[in-house]
């Protein structure tokens, strides 16, 4: 047996043994590691933001990929997501989400997305700050603009659990 073979073997035989091992270790530190991460998401915020865009920008289409991936194997779930949106949509009174006052919402934002400040007077997003889906108002006052990244990755979220994830 060549030394390489050798090598090869005992690698393989204590494997396992070694993986189990590095577990133990992340599990033993695991709140240590994800408090760390936690705190530097919250301290770097703008570069973590731009980070992901720039991440989003140049994996564009993968990400696109695995996303129509992923709708295409849940359909069901987001048809119901869907259904419920549109629902909600639908059974409201209130008149107030229209061109015009997403405009001067636009305006008043400074043409800004809300929350990681790029530009959006070309490109904007509508976001239920509340989501429909969780029983916010399909109402005005209830909106605000986001670029289109971060409302596809705000998701369900509301704004603090998603500015707590960021
Ligand atoms: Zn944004």
């Known amino acids: ?50 980070t992901n865009r720039k991440c989003y920008l140049k994996n564009k289409e993968v990400v696109i990929k695995k996303a129509i991936e992923y709708v295409k194997q849940n359909q069901d779930k987001h048809k119901k997501y869907y259904l419920i949106r549109l629902k909600a949509k639908q059974e409201s009174n209130d008149k ?13 934002q400074n043409g800004l997305c809300k929350t990681c400040g790029c ?4 490109k904007y997003s509508i976001d239920h700050i509340v989501s429909l889906s969780k029983g916010g108002a399909h109402s005005i006052s209830n909106i605000q603009l986001l670029c289109v990244t971060c409302n596809r990755r705000k998701g369900k979220k509301s704004q603090e659990e998603f500015l707590k994830y960021i």
């Open 1 to 50: 047996m060549t030394h390489k073979e050798y090598c090869k073997e005992y690698y393989l035989k204590n494997r396992e043994i070694r993986l189990a091992k590095c577990k133990e270790r992340y599990k033993n530190k695991k709140e240590g590691i994800d408090l760390y991460y936690k705190k530097y998401r919250e301290d770097n915020k703008k570069i973590v933001i731009d």
């Open 96 to 108: 107030t989400v229209i061109k015009k006052n997403i405009l001067k919402m636009l305006d008043s």
């Open 119 to 122: 530009d959006i007077s070309e």
